[in-house]
């Protein structure tokens, strides 16, 4: 039995930082309640381990707007990882709370990036899952923003005078987003195109792409709401016919069925996984192969 776990593994650099940055307000406000207006990433793991220090994480379904509202004048908050619609920012001043912010610099630097085209006078077409947190910050960004649903593919073309700009979510599937593109492309010829598909995500879709042609078991190791996690499970899905794949949240998920009369097992994450979780599943897997 092969058992190997494909590299890179663990945090991704704006998953560690946006970690890092909310212990350290913690620690800033050791005697205060601390807030993150949702999940600050996308994995049950961490939003517990922070749980166990002190910081709330309001992940319910509601708005950020009501989020804010059902909390007391002063509160300290924390907006996640994935970007928010700034109007909010204006609320939490008026309620005089102490806000810190801890979007990845990856999406950060692209919604940068959508306000200067949309001051340089053109359309953007915003390529993401709708209601994703990042999809729906960049979408609050202007009007003149068009979302295309890499979901279900839905898109309202558009006529314009303007120039057209295409930026992405971060987290999507990087194979499928080539295909959406030369879409666009098709649609608007003239379109200037920049993929922001995160390094880190895109390196793992990449691996999977690249298993061992006798692997016969993929495992994924992620939370079921990790955008980038899912995609990992999409494309090995489709991709790799010859193994069977499997989501699992942590080692808990793993049982005996999976890897009957299997030879070679290969285990990856999301950018949003604990290292301590996948060596869990590693370990697990390795006692009940032996």
């Known amino acids: 039995m092969k058992i190997e776990i494909l590299q890179p593994v663990g945090y991704c650099s ?14 800033e406000h050791s005697n205060k309640p601390v807030y993150i207006l949702g ?7 961490v939003i517990d381990s922070l749980e166990s220090i002190g910081i709330t994480n309001l992940a319910d379904n509601t708005s950020l707007e009501e989020k804010i509202s059902s909390l007391n004048d002063g509160s300290i908050i924390i907006f996640t990882a994935h970007g928010h619609d700034e109007k909010v920012d204006e609320i939490a ?3 005089n709370m102490i806000i810190y912010d801890c979007v990845c610099p990856i999406v950060k630097a692209n919604m940068s990036l959508i306000k200067e085209k949309i001051a340089s006078n053109y359309n ?3 390529v993401g899952i709708k209601n994703h947190p990042e999809t729906t910050a960049c979408l609050s960004i202007s009007k003149y923003i068009h979302l295309y649903d890499a979901k279900t593919n839905v898109f309202e ?12 979510q971060t987290t999507l599937n990087f194979k499928e987003l080539e295909d959406i593109f030369n879409y666009i492309k098709e649609k608007y010829p003239d379109a200037e195109f920049n993929n922001e598909i995160c390094p880190a995500t895109r390196i793992r879709q990449e691996s999977i792409l690249k298993i061992d042609d006798d692997v ?26 010859k193994a069977s794949t499997y989501l699992v949240s ?14 070679h097992i290969v285990i990856t994450s999301g950018t949003s996984t604990p290292r301590e979780v996948i060596n869990s599943v590693y370990e697990k897997i390795s006692k009940i192969t032996k």
């Open 14 to 27: 704006g998953v560690n930082n946006a970690i890092l940055k909310a212990i350290k307000i913690k620690k």
């Open 39 to 45: 999940s600050l990433v996308h994995n049950s793991h």
């Open 93 to 95: 001043r008026n309620k």
């Open 124 to 126: 953007i077409i915003f």
């Open 157 to 168: 073309e558009f006529d314009t005078k303007k120039k057209v700009f295409v930026t992405n």
């Open 216 to 241: 016969d078991t993929v495992i994924v190791v992620g939370d079921k709401n990790s955008s980038n996690t899912k995609r990992l499970f999409e494309i090995s899905s489709f991709r790799n016919k």
């Open 250 to 263: 942590s080692e808990d998920d793993i049982n005996t069925e999976m890897f009957n009369n299997k030879n």
